[in-house]
């Protein structure tokens, strides 16, 4: 179950974590060892059973949508890094390749 | 009365109705041993003093007032840092939310500050939930009151350590893989993990949606019983929790016998990894529950050795999902936010910078698991391994109201024993995560010290889904049984 620095650092990116160079080599060690271990479940896993994503049965849940009392803005903003005005301010989302 | 701290939640709650001690003075009490004490042990991330004492007030006037008070009004309770509570520092011991105050409470939270209980602080734990020792905790660990050397356990270790220590006689935990019941396990303490979806997990922050849920840590079942009946119940809040009336545990508790209960020994759970000391222990509780008049069978659950695979793909497949959400713009940390750099860069800047390595490696690793190629081979493989080991448990069930294992193959290790090998690590939970993969209850309950180095050992029970109950009735009979024959066992706990 070799996994190399390569992926770790491609699946970093996936997951938006700007790893070190020592993390990635340090996880890519750890996570072979890791994926040797669990990937012992094909030992049983046989393709006919099916497979369980959650142990109560769901179905959907709805409520009547209905307007009821939830946090004003100056609430909901108080915790943000950077705001503007009533909104969220964030760094820039578009042009990103340039 | 001598010591407030060292009664029960019951006794507590009882002085306090009775007027022979004011919630304040038994709050006050447990505030100035976490002051003395806790530098020692840090089970508190933070204490809210002044949100104590005006909630033990509040008690107090309305006794004053005439009002009947609850089973559990006056007591104090330490709140995992996983559970939002308004305006007070909720952190999940992660760099990524310090200093975040919660604009809302959690259900959990809510129940029990409407029931009256105290909440003094929050403890700690491993980052997002993810260890076994809160050695992972960002903000250094939490020392096992029975030596302050080792590990109190995780996640919750800080607060079953809370409760070891007589900081506060009730905590409140969560259990993904066994979070509840390993510290429970290795502090002398209860601990139980409720039926999934019979606890609320509204304001808990998640670590694997499909299998968290929240429970009560106490020094005795009755106690951890009362506490899971204020917690337990249906909540619109959460699409998973259950719509059916909650399990009477406080009868059960109460009730406190074994007659004629079939009671099943899981093969799987003994020899190599298992300490001597800790098997012997267990061997002498199943005499025990023989001799209560239990019917003990050995049932066998074969893929039960094949939980912690599975649960090691689902739990991070899961949580690399849930995780996604610290994304360093409504809330929490924002790191290189210097104007030029895009929004992805400072959320992977500030992801990097706020979570510690066992998070990394779990997101990474869910990621893994989920990707296309290797989704089948690995999340959809966990999947059917977990189908496999609720049918064990239906067939265990078939024969026996409930499962006992050890709950931990090992008495608590030192700290730094393990901290640089994840594997040994998540053995730690070997018992305890096939009731997380089945959606069933269990808890922990001490059997007694391990002959071998004196550290406590713990029961684990296991019972069906809703059948909460069954577990708590097994665990007080053990524990009266115990109580009786050598007393309690934080009893032999060192002064601290």
């Not at chain 2, 029961?459 to 708590?472: K, S």
Request: charged letters at 25%.
């Amino acid at each position: 179950m070799a996994i190399t620095r390569d992926e770790v650092a491609h699946l970093a990116r996936l997951s938006r974590l700007a790893l070190s160079e020592d993390e990635l080599e340090h996880f890519a060690t750890q996570l072979e060892v890791i994926l040797g271990a669990v990937a012992r479940v094909a030992e049983v896993a046989a393709d006919d059973i099916v497979p369980t994503s959650h142990s109560v049965p769901l179905t959907n849940v709805f409520r009547p949508d209905e307007v009821r009392p939830s946090l004003d803005p100056a609430a909901a903003l108080a915790a943000a890094p950077a705001t503007e005005g009533v909104r969220f301010r964030v760094p820039r989302i578009l042009d990103e390749e340039s | 009365m001598s010591d407030l701290t060292r009664l029960t939640a019951a006794e507590t709650a009882r002085i306090v109705r009775d007027g022979e001690a004011s919630a304040e003075d038994v709050t006050q009490a447990h505030l100035d041993r976490i002051a003395k004490v806790d530098e020692k042990v840090h089970a508190f991330l933070h204490v809210d003093a002044e949100g104590a004492i005006a909630a033990a007030r509040r008690v107090d006037e309305r006794r004053a007032a005439g009002e009947q008070l609850g089973p559990l009004a006056g007591v104090p309770l330490a709140l995992k840092d996983v559970f939002t509570m308004e305006g007070v520092p909720t952190t999940c011991g992660s760099k990524i939310l310090e200093g975040w105050r919660p604009p809302y409470d959690a259900t959990v939270t809510r129940r029990i500050k409407d029931a009256g209980l105290v909440i003094l602080g929050k403890t700690n734990m491993d980052e997002f939930a993810m260890g076994s020792s809160t050695e992972n905790s960002a903000f250094g660990p939490t020392h096992n009151p029975w030596d302050l050397d080792r590990i109190p356990g995780g996640s919750g270790g800080g607060s079953s350590a809370s409760v070891a220590a007589y900081f506060a006689p009730l905590a409140i935990g969560t259990d993904t893989g066994g979070s509840i019941r390993q510290p429970a396990a290795v502090t002398g303490t209860v601990g139980a993990k409720p039926t999934y979806g019979g606890v609320s997990r509204y304001g808990l922050i998640a670590l694997a949606s499909s299998l968290d849920q929240a429970g009560p840590c106490a020094r005795n079942v009755l106690d951890a019983a009362l506490l899971h009946e204020v917690i337990a119940g249906h909540d619109p809040f959460d699409s998973t929790s259950i719509d059916a009336p909650a399990p009477a545990v406080v009868d059960a508790a109460r009730r406190a016998d074994v007659k004629g209960m079939r009671i099943g020994v899981v093969r799987e759970f003994a020899g190599d990894g298992y300490q001597a000391g800790v098997e012997q222990r267990f061997r002498e509780a199943v005499d025990t529950l023989t001799d209560l008049g239990a019917q003990v069978v050995e049932v066998s659950c074969p893929h039960f050795t094949y939980a912690l695979a599975a649960y090691y793909l689902i739990l991070p497949s899961e949580c690399s999902s849930n995780l996604a959400r610290f994304d360093a713009m409504r809330y929490g940390l924002r790191v290189g936010d210097d104007g030029t750099r895009s929004a992805e860069e400072v959320m992977s800047m500030t992801r990097d910078a706020g979570f510690g390595d066992e998070v990394k490696r779990r997101i990474v690793l869910g990621t893994y698991a989920l990707s296309s190629g290797y989704y089948d081979a690995f999340y959809g493989q966990a999947q059917r391994v977990r189908t496999l080991i609720t049918d064990d448990f239906t067939a265990a069930f078939e024969r026996c109201d409930v499962l006992v294992s050890p709950t931990t193959p090992t008495t608590a290790f030192r700290l730094g024993e393990r901290i640089d090998d994840p594997l040994a690590m998540y053995l730690a939970d070997l018992c305890t995560i096939p009731s997380n993969l089945s959606g069933g209850a269990a808890m922990s309950v001490p059997c007694g010290l391990a002959p071998d180095d004196g550290l406590p050992v713990g029961l684990q029970i296991m019972a069906p889904a809703l059948a909460d109950d069954r577990m708590y009735r097994v665990a007080a009979a053990f524990e009266a049984a115990y109580v009786d024959a050598h007393g309690p066992i934080l009893d032999g706990a060192p002064a601290l």
